[in-house]
């Protein structure tokens, strides 16, 4: 089941370059929230703090609230979170020098399952959440390098659900993508959500249409509006997000 | 012949040339390993027709009884390269990990600096610090320590004396580990960023991300440097003889003096009076040589299957 997470005057900084100032936002459980802004004001930063991977930098720092269902995640041990909060990137990052099975499990196995039968059973079915296992079925063995680029992404997908998260972070994850692959990640994007509470960035408006129920528009590192997605994009309230939707900058 | 057939003649010979001259240059690299271990064959002739394979297993260095095996020499050369390796490797790859992962960037930039000076000392210095400060530490601690905890040992067992096995391959260890940690650290340096977010990202520890994405990544690098020490090691001469005790045997004790090939060359070659002498070290000297050279195939040949990793994928 998905978590709900709301966000308190979080600010955050590179070195003495602050980037957030003070994101206010509630996001409902079970829904995909879309994140829209232009290039540089901040939404990778913004999802890169709630897994708190924004704090692995060395001199970045965050400071405000973060609640998953009510508890701050900055009290709890930042490891843990990740468990609890997936995050899928914007180019795909397999490991390597793992097989496709190794690459889905690899969460698992650091939360030290070694059950060979049911890090299967979660293979598969991660990997049939992410629409990847009629493809990839026959060749588990094989290097996660081996598939092509949208296959991998799908597999990173897989890898990130295997460890049964509550929270989904999305960096852009079809922008390395041609359209028919796109397609299908929006396809599985819109499916998770039932299980999943998702938070997408997205330089694609009508990917946000598409497949977000709420919208939030970014700019200079402060939340403008944030609504349901048919609202943000037929009736927004404020001036400069219907010049971003409307084309007029950004 | 118009303007474009005029070009592509011109390229045609311009790349025609450059294969020749790069194709020679190589031709060159090759001719001269043929040459010198043709050479290095021809000129032992004599103790290959005197003792045949048995050479490599005399235990027996007799220059008086014009007696000559091999065998020792080999053993000291193996065994303290092993002792470096074991030591070295480890801990080369443990400041690589330090540097690249933990350290801030000014404490990498000073030990990375410090690291690069060790490779820089000369052998003979290292040698001469060996020989004053390094034995006589062996001998009187680390040796009777170790013989009282791990006595049950044969390795370490037998009285302590300082200058020996022990001593060579703590030299040689010390002499290689820049080497491993140099390009240890390089070929993690090399490691995407994506790679240890996406191992972060996953709810792993610093150490779990470290194992599964760094080293998992550069791991056929690693080999690569561990091996470039290998190399490093088996050849060196200077230091090697002035702590390895020089003593043609084979004991089980690493306490013990031994000896290794390239140190009994450089040490008796000026001494050997008679041919079938100087042909036996010269023997050494081809040993030496291929051993050098199967080590660094299988050094290759390891490096090579471990960056196929799983099937259908090539790692950087
Ligand atoms: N690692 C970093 N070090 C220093 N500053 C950074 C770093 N990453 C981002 N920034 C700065 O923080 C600001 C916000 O960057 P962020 O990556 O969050 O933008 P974004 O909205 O995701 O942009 P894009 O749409 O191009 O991905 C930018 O001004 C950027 O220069
Ligand atoms: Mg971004």
Known sequence: MGQSLS??????????????????MEIAKNEVTAI?????????????????????????????????????????????????????FQKPNPFPAMSIFDNVVAGLKLNGMRNKKKLKEAAEKSLNMAAL???????????GM???????????????????????????????????????????VTQLKSSYTIVIVTHNMQQAARIADSTAFFLNGELVEHGATSDIFMTPRDKRTEDYITGRFG | MNKQDKVRTRTAIGDLTLRLLTLGMALVVVGLMIWIG??????????????????????????????????????????????????????????????????????????????????????????????????????????????????????????????????????????????????????????????????????????????IAVLAYSKSGILGGVMLGLGRALGETMAVTMVIGNRPDILPSLF?????????????????TYSLYLSSLVEIGLILFAITLVLNALARLLV???SRGPKGGQLV
């Open chain 1, 7 to 24: 966000v308190r005057n979080l600010e955050a900084w590179y070195g003495s370059n602050k980037t957030l100032h003070g994101i206010n």
């Open chain 1, 36 to 88: 829209i802004g232009p290039s540089g004001c901040g939404k990778s930063t913004f999802i890169r703090c709630i897994n708190r991977m924004h704090d692995t930098l060395p001199g970045a720092k965050a400071t405000g609230e973060i609640l998953l269902d009510g508890a701050n995640i900055y009290a709890n041990d930042p490891v843990e979170l990740r468990r609890t909060v997936g995050m899928v």
């Open chain 1, 133 to 143: 296992w009629d493809e990839v079925k026959d060749r588990l063995g094989h290097s």
């Open chain 1, 146 to 188: 081996s598939l092509s680029g949208g296959q991998q992404q799908r597999l990173c997908i897989a890898r990130a659900l295997a460890v049964e998260p509550s929270v989904l972070l999305m960096d852009e994850p079809a922008s390395a993508l041609d359209p028919i692959a796109t397609l299908r990640i929006e396809e599985l």
């Open chain 2, 38 to 211: 043709w050479q290095m064959y021809v000129s032992s002739q004599e103790s290959i027709a005197k003792f045949g394979w048995s050479f490599l297993t005399n235990r027996v260095w007799d220059p008086v009884k014009e007696n000559f095996g091999a065998l020792p020499f080999i053993y000291g050369t193996l065994v303290s390269s092993l002792i470096a390796l074991a030591l070295a490797g480890p801990i080369g790859v443990g400041v690589a990990i330090f540097l690249n992962e933990m350290a801030s960037r000014k404490v990498r930039s000073v030990i990375s600096f410090l690291v690069e000076l060790l490779a820089a000392i000369p052998s003979v210095v290292y040698g001469l610090w060996a020989i004053f400060i390094l034995a006589p530490m062996l001998r009187n601690s680390v040796e009777p320590w170790l013989n009282k905890h791990l006595g049950f040992i044969p390795l370490f067992q037998g009285s302590p004396v300082g200058l020996g096995m022990l001593a060579g391959g703590l030299i040689l260890a010390i002499m290689i580990l820049p080497t491993i940690a140099a390009i240890s650290r390089e070929v993690m340096a090399a490691v995407p960023n994506t790679q240890r977010e996406a191992a972060l990202a996953l709810g792993a520890t610093k150490w779990e991300m470290i194992r």
């Open chain 2, 256 to 272: 013990a003096p031994a000896y290794s090939m390239a140190a009994v060359i450089a040490n008796e070659f000026t001494e050997a």
């Open chain 2, 304 to 306: 090579w299957s471990v």
